[in-house]
């Protein structure tokens, strides 16, 4: 995925999973973790029905979901499914696969839900700024040329009937990868219900799913990083069978003419965003809505996306530079307060 890993909660995790030695001498803990996507995965699994299911085999339960998503939805492989829709022609239709056809109903529902916030038809803008399998770039694309890649770009250029995707727009290039990330989560998550399992927390490059308790016997709790390269604890909350996704500028970023230009891409100007949302978390029951509503808010910016997660009930939790940029401003939604670790 062209969405680069933003380790959010990775630096902290271990000592607030509660994941070492357990309480109660029967619970049995197991760690899974390798990379995927072009960031990590950690799964950590507690075996407290002693539910006797190899390792090996959970193992690859976690890889064959993890699978299923890249090979779908990533654009750096070039036989993905989602490569080759975007080589289709304006008018030409895809039947998609089950992965693929939840993910993109769920993008266009976002999107519609955000009034274009969110829009998963940013490809050729992303790759345009130097986010995506192009590589980086080393000069600014002129306005000419983002005024002519708006003819490509819009989700209303997108028609999903049943479950075949039409492409309405020559030129347009579906990317999921603000998405697909959390759905990968949901997807382990799933996987590992089937085996039986209730405990354990999914952590893909810093989208996390919780379910149950930690080896402890309490819920999971997990850290909101401080937004900045130095990272840090800002806040500590609590998962109730809940998922988590931030999207920040902090991590992710290209520099021309000792400019800083962010990863997320303001599907209106096709610019990346320049306000003062550092990073915005979202939790949500899938972590695929989390993922998307967390990209949406953050190229809403602080004004925008404060007023849309309030007026919406969205428990969402902003960290806004200050304007002399040395300090940051917090906004929580009343409805994440509950959340937070007491």
């Not at 939840?102 to 992303?126: M, N, W």
């Not at 998550?189 to 016997?217: K, P, Q, T, W, Y």
Request: glycine share 8%; hydrophobic share 40%; aromatic share 8%.
């Amino acid at each position: 995925m062209n969405k680069s890993p933003l380790f959010l909660f990775i630096a902290f995790l271990t000592l607030l999973c509660a994941c070492g030695t357990p309480t109660d001498s029967k619970v049995h803990v197991e760690v899974y973790s390798g990379p995927t996507m072009g960031t990590e995965y950690r799964v950590t699994v507690v075996n407290r029905e002693r539910i006797n299911v190899d390792s090996e085999q959970v193992k690859r339960s976690i890889e064959r979901a993890l699978s299923t998503v890249n090979d779908s939805m990533s654009t750096y492989i070039r036989d993905s499914e989602i490569s080759r829709f975007n080589r289709l022609q304006q008018g030409e239709s895809a039947t998609l696969s089950k992965a693929m056809l939840q993910v993109t109903k769920e993008a266009l529902e976002v999107s519609r839900f955000s009034e274009g916030a969110f829009d998963p038809t940013l490809g050729k803008a992303i790759r345009l700024w130097g986010f995506g399998s192009d590589g980086r770039i080393t000069e600014q694309p002129t306005q000419g040329v983002l005024e002519e890649l708006k003819r490509s770009i819009g989700y209303e250029y997108l028609d999903l009937t049943g479950d075949k995707l039409t492409k309405l727009a020559d030129g347009l290039e579906l990317n999921l990868s603000a998405i697909a990330k959390g759905y990968a989560v949901d997807l382990v998550a799933l996987e590992l219900m089937s085996l039986g399992f209730h405990h354990f927390l999914v952590n893909i490059g810093g989208e996390l799913r919780a379910s149950g308790n930690n080896a402890d016997d309490v819920l999971w709790r997990v850290a909101v990083e401080k937004p900045h390269l130095l990272g840090g604890i800002e806040e500590v909350l609590v998962l109730d069978h809940k998922a988590i996704a931030t999207s920040g500028d902090y991590r992710n970023f290209i520099v021309i003419d000792d400019q800083t230009f962010s990863h997320t891409i303001d599907p209106f100007t096709l610019k990346p965003v320049l306000h003062r949302l550092a990073s915005v978390s979202v939790i949500a029951d899938k972590a695929s809505k989390a993922d998307a509503l967390a990209t949406a808010l953050l190229a809403m910016g602080e004004e925008r996306g404060v007023a849309f997660a309030d007026k919406h009930n969205i428990p969402a939790y902003f960290i806004i530079r200050g304007r002399e940029g040395d300090e940051f401003e917090l906004h929580i939604t009343e409805n994440f307060k509950v959340n937070l670790s007491q």
